[in-house]
């Protein structure tokens, strides 16, 4: 069965950083397209950061410079290193991944990802 698991969220003051943890089970992540995305409250899911199968990573203007995406291929986890954090990065944090379109992912367009973790929550708060 396929799972997607995160971890890592917190309460974190700004300025802070953290770093968000998703194994893939189930599958081989590192075959596959995989993100991260996140909503805040009141708001719709945006990508924050993506890798497509092919090409490299992808980040929203809005976390360039300060979000990194890796993949760890041993422990089959993804991970999202985030610094520099300010109250705009509230949010619940998810990861998904495509299977089942041929669709690469590189858009990083929610809707295009078919398999999604629970999330984690990530606030950012003095």
């Known amino acids: 069965q396929v799972q997607l698991v995160e971890s890592g969220g917190d309460l974190v003051q700004p300025g802070g950083s953290l770093r968000l943890s998703c194994a893939g089970i189930?599958?081989?992540?590192?075959?596959?397209?995989i993100g991260w995305f996140r909503q805040a409250p009141g708001k719709g899911r945006e990508g924050v950061s993506c890798k497509s199968v092919y090409g490299g990573p992808s980040y929203a203007d809005s976390v360039k410079g300060r979000f990194t995406i890796s993949i760890d291929k041993a422990k089959n986890t993804v991970f999202l290193q985030m610094n520099h954090l300010t109250p705009e990065d509230t949010a619940v944090y998810f990861c998904a991944t495509i299977l089942e379109s041929p669709d690469d992912g590189s858009s990083c367009r929610p809707d295009k990802y078919d398999y999604w973790g629970q999330g984690t929550q990530v606030t950012v708060s003095s």
């Open positions: 189930g599958f081989t992540l590192e075959y596959y397209a």
